[in-house]
């Protein structure tokens, strides 16, 4: 399992370097740009640039917060069973069966950002079903309010 979080963590350092390499030419054609006369298509390619700057850092903050949470998670694990895995046999297991909506209804999966099914709408829905039933409207409220973030953070 280490050696599958640590080749990881390579490829999103590589990725990390890739999109740097990106920026730094969308900074040169904004260089440009910003010494030619003023036009409107000047405008518009200077938005588009600053835009796509502005997606590629939101990308590499995504895997340098990913990357400190894998190293960290190493650290604290590395002695465990799981992380000392070889390659061979972490393929050869069989896939996990976790009922996600009951560890989590159960209270042992915290519904957070870390929970696999946190983006996933119609698990949101299902929870909410249960939890009318169940007449837990503070649950309720809390799956409401992650539901508006989500959605708000996905039409940025």
Known sequence: ???????????????????????????????????????????????????????????????????????????KYKNTDLIKLPLESIIEQEPLNIDFFNETIEGRLAFNEYHPNYYDESFINRLLTYYLDQENFEECKKLIDIKTKIKGSISL
């Not at 080749?7 to 990390?16: C, G, I, S, T, W």
Request: hydrophobic letters at 40%; charged letters at 30%; proline letters at 1%.
């Open 1 to 75: 399992m280490r050696y599958l979080l640590r080749q990881l963590l390579d490829e999103m350092k590589e990725k990390v370097v890739s999109n740097l390499d990106e920026i730094k030419k969308n900074e040169s054609k904004i260089r440009e740009l910003l010494a030619a006369p003023y036009s409107h298509q000047k405008n518009i390619s200077l938005e588009k640039q600053f835009i796509q700057n502005k997606n590629t850092l939101a990308e590499n903050m995504d895997y340098l917060e990913l990357q400190i949470k894998i190293v960290a998670l190493i650290d």
